[in-house]
């Protein structure tokens, strides 16, 4: 399949995604089973994974749900209701433990509150000195709408709890749902029990609600004053105590191989339930280690989405393309003949690279085994041997660019000491058509410049018009020749105008993200706009050769800075930062100025007690506080644990640089 034609289905399904989400969310009123609309957003995510160039603001991968409705007042949640990231196999619960030790810098005994993932929509219910003060959807995960009234007419949530035990002041969180055996009477108006449950609880009317036979099951928390439970059963046990409903089939395991024998077992006996779930929930069952090991952007670390068997089928494949990516990676897609699975009909596999391909003896014309597992894209499994015609022959990767020409090579990994599977095209800028026009996609994208209005569609139909080639072009539009084309009126063209007016005030780390320099993704971006203040200064850097000084930034290492130095060695790229530089308005980073520690700089040597680099390092910038990776004037404090670099603490001795053990620099920061 041809890149165009990749970006086009991706566009496709993104569209395709908001229509439904505004028939699940603001009209209450779904078109597609809840299989479907899961596998839709699941399709987006693999995509992005696998084609790094894809990017959009309204993807699954950006955004926990829906924007609230207007029809409902909004409410921001005191504690984000993330999603939780997926697991389809043992080792990915083994790859899940060991991150947590990693993280934690120590192997230890935990255990496992397992509870089982019930298909509904999430709520949040806020109780203060005993009464429902307060009901919310999750919304898009910061902010919810008030449904307050709604919730109310659900028979399992109390109004009033009067146990001495109970809170003065906390979030109650849970799944609402529709029994099985109560939607059949629901059936002919709506698609499924969980879009059944959506739609009631949206409804303006409260007694329109309480005609619908919704439940409710509580699993957690999210605000909680005064926390004195210890372990996630232990809550579990408080909220039956306190009048709530909890799953019956919630239980504390200790291994991973526990968990592994559970989930098979319940993935066997789940259609004897009387709700529908998708797999199960497993929590470090301790609190106090769930706060230490916290939260990634987009999902805590301690806790993980068991999900059940993935989907697949047969399919023939009809050709194999190759698509450019916005770093110049080749990708092989297989275009399959279309077939259904799990609810939705495949037309495309990746076949990741090219050695894959290798591996696996994968030919135009084979048989194979398509599979969807989760959040990855469809990909081939096998091959059938047997249904193979005899005349069949191996697919030649090309060792040209099918977008510019340009030789392709497989870069080699001085770490792994071997080549990269992935092959990519020699060029590093805007000369290669297809990457210009990914990183096009990429400069506008919502993370990025988020100009709204210039979707990719946009782009590739500007680019095909010939109104648009650089990034800098976005600002110099003929808005006038905009307005002739079929489905541009005067109000699509003034706003797309206010949308790249608006864009062209931007932070200077947004800016370096924008720009689509390779391994610089939004948090390279940062240390980078951190540490030169400016683009003026990150320019004289560029400028006098010393993109070296960059290893100074813990985060920024050899890898970051060849890409930059490839980057800027290309007089295209150089020539369009030089441009935007002077049309846009590039604001310095707003920092954190409150924290305790700011204006210091920290840097670890040796070996931490209990506790990873990581950790140490999300301490310090959490409070405001700085980490560098090398001793030089500009370092405040050395803190040294086990075994430290002697010529590091040499170095910081002549200095003049305070040295703290682990213990002092813990009691520093309180």
Known sequence: MKESEIKKKYETKIQELKTHNKFYFEDSSPK??????????????????????????????????????????????RVKMLSLSNAFDIEDLKNFEKRIFNYLNKKIEVEY????????????????????????????????????????????????????????NIDIRGEVFIKKNDFDSLKNNFANPRNAASGSLRQKNPEETRKIPLNFIAYTY???????????????????????????????????????YFHKKFEKDRFNLEYDIDGLVYK????????????????????????????????????????????????????IKPVNIGGVIVANATLHNEDEITRKDIRIGDTVKIERAGDVIPHVILVDIKKRDKKSKKFVFPNKCPSCGSETIKEFNRVTKKFDAVRRCVNEGYECE????????HFISKDAM???????????????????????????????KISNLEGWGNLSVSNLKYSIDQSKKISFDRFLYAIGIRHIGIENAKLLAEYTKSIKNFMNFVNKNKLNDFLNIDGIGDTQINSLKKFFNNK??????????????????????????????????????????????????????????????KLKYLIIGDKPTNRKVQQAKELGIKILSQDEWLKFLD
């Open 32 to 77: 597609i089973s809840d299989k479907e609309y899961d596998n839709l957003k699941k399709e987006i995510i693999k995509l992005e994974k696998k084609y790094s160039y894809l990017k959009s603001s309204s993807s699954p991968s950006t955004s926990l749900g829906y924007s609230p409705s207007k029809n409902f007042i909004k409410s921001k949640h």
């Open 434 to 441: 297809k990457i210009a026009i990914e990183k096009i996609k």
């Open 572 to 633: 295209l790229n150089y020539k369009v930062i030089e441009t935007l530089s002077e049309i846009l308005n590039i604001t310095d980073l707003k920092l954190n100025k409150s924290g305790k520690l700011l204006n210091y700089t920290f840097m670890f040597t040796g070996k931490l007690s209990n506790m990873s680099r990581a950790e140490a390092k999300s301490l310090i910038e959490q409070n405001s506080g700085t980490v560098i990776s090398s001793v030089n004037k």
């Open 222 to 260: 999210g605000y909680f004053e005064s926390n004195k439970i210890k372990k996630q059963s232990e809550f579990l046990n408080s909220l039956k105590k306190w009048g709530f409903k909890t799953n019956q089939y919630n239980k504390v395991l200790k291994t991973i191989n526990d968990l592994d």
């Open 284 to 335: 470090i069952n301790s609190l106090e280690l769930q706060k230490r090991l916290g939260f990634t952007s987009n999902s805590p670390r301690w806790a993980i989405a068991h999900k059940f068997s993935a989907d697949s089928a047969f399919s023939q494949i009809r050709d194999i393309n190759i698509q450019v990516g916005r770093t110049g990676a080749l990708t092989p897609v297989a275009r």
């Open 113 to 168: 509150s397992v509870e089982p993932k019930i298909d509904g929509i999430s709520a949040s219910l806020t109780y203060k000195n005993g009464y429902l003060v307060l009901g919310t959807s999750r919304g898009d995960g910061t902010t919810g709408e008030i449904i307050t009234e709604n919730l109310k007419t659900i028979k399992d949530i109390p109004q009033k709890i009067s146990n001495k035990d109970f809170p003065n």
């Open 450 to 480: 988020n100009i709204d209005g210039l979707g990719k569609k946009v782009v590739e139909k500007f680019w095909d018009l010939n109104l648009i080639r650089f990034p800098q072009d976005i600002y110099n539009l003929d808005y006038k």
